[in-house]
């Protein structure tokens, strides 16, 4: 493991404190590495409203995008999963995806260890942006 990955990992763990889960008591945090190599973290968020709920994943990305940032090299996810290694939610795979599907995700246990896997590998055949720019049949007005 290198020194990065560790410290990565280490910040997701630290983040997974700030965690507000009072319904689930299923905490997560997040690290995410921009290009510039600043960290920006996250964690998850409950509502009593259950669906308003933000993941850790969607937190540190949409703060790093109020940020200014658009690009990354790295998330790491850490819970308090003692026997597997925490994977993204579907919802947040496609919110990672949407920043690129050429960068990595750590799926790490409390015990630091870790499963490093690409975006790509997550969330195989998926949807993009760049998917909205190709070419679409044209639609045919319907006749009143």
């Given at each position: 493991m290198t020194d990065a990955v560790k410290k990565l990992i280490q910040q997701s763990q630290e983040a997974k404190?700030?965690?507000y889960c009072p319904y689930s008591k299923f905490r997560v945090g997040a690290a995410l590495l921009t290009l510039d190599d600043c960290v920006i973290t996250g964690c998850n968020v409950e509502n009593a409203c259950y669906n308003l709920g933000i993941c850790a994943e969607r937190n540190a990305i949409s703060k790093a995008v109020s940020q200014g940032y658009r690009s990354f090299k790295a998330?790491?996810?850490?819970?308090d999963l003692e026997e597997q290694f925490i994977s993204p939610c579907g919802g947040c795979r496609q919110f990672i995806r949407e920043f690129g599907s050429k960068w990595d995700v750590y799926l790490s246990k409390p015990d630091g260890s870790y499963l490093k896997m690409s975006v790509d590998e997550l969330l195989p055949?998926?949807?993009g942006p760049e998917d909205l720019s190709m070419k679409k049949v044209l639609a045919i007005p319907h006749e009143a």
């Open positions: 404190q700030a965690a998330i790491a996810i850490a819970s055949v998926s949807f």
